[in-house]
């Protein structure tokens, strides 16, 4: 079972930065994609960011888009969201997560195989 170690989340006023650690494990998946979901209550659970190891491709979605930054180590196990600007529409329960098609989960929102971490709560306050 493929197993996550998330770290980073926690409480930050508006604009302030925050950084999402996740080193994944137990997998030997070829051309994924890793990134993170989030989730607020009663609301759908949306692709934030995700980097391809096929080719180092980035995705954000339009709500991130220069605000966040993701980056990986050079085995693509590993991975790091840097989130800066924060706003308070970004708080959410945010899950580091895999996808074994290689990132359509992440960009459609079409979510078929895709696997969880046990996620880690952010929080921007006004």
């Known amino acids: 079972e493929v197993q996550f170690v998330e770290s980073g989340g926690g409480l930050v006023q508006a604009g302030g930065s925050l950084r999402l650690s996740c080193a994944a494990s137990?997998?030997?998946?070829?051309?994924?994609?890793i990134g993170w979901f989030r989730q607020v209550p009663g609301k759908e659970r949306e692709g934030v960011s995700c980097?391809?190891?096929?080719?180092?491709?980035?995705y954000y979605a339009d709500s991130v888009k220069g605000r966040f930054t993701i980056s990986n180590d050079n085995a693509k196990n590993t991975v790091t969201l840097q989130m800066n600007s924060l706003k308070p529409d970004d708080t959410a329960v945010y899950y580091c997560?895999?996808?074994?098609?290689?990132?359509?989960?992440?960009?459609?929102?079409?979510?078929?195989?895709?696997?969880w971490g046990q996620g880690t709560q952010v929080t921007v306050s006004s």
């Open positions: 997560a895999i996808d074994p098609a290689g990132g359509l989960a992440f960009i459609t929102g079409r979510i078929g195989i895709v696997y």
């Open positions: 980097i391809s190891s096929s080719d180092g491709g980035l």
């Open positions: 137990g997998f030997t998946f070829h051309d994924y994609a």
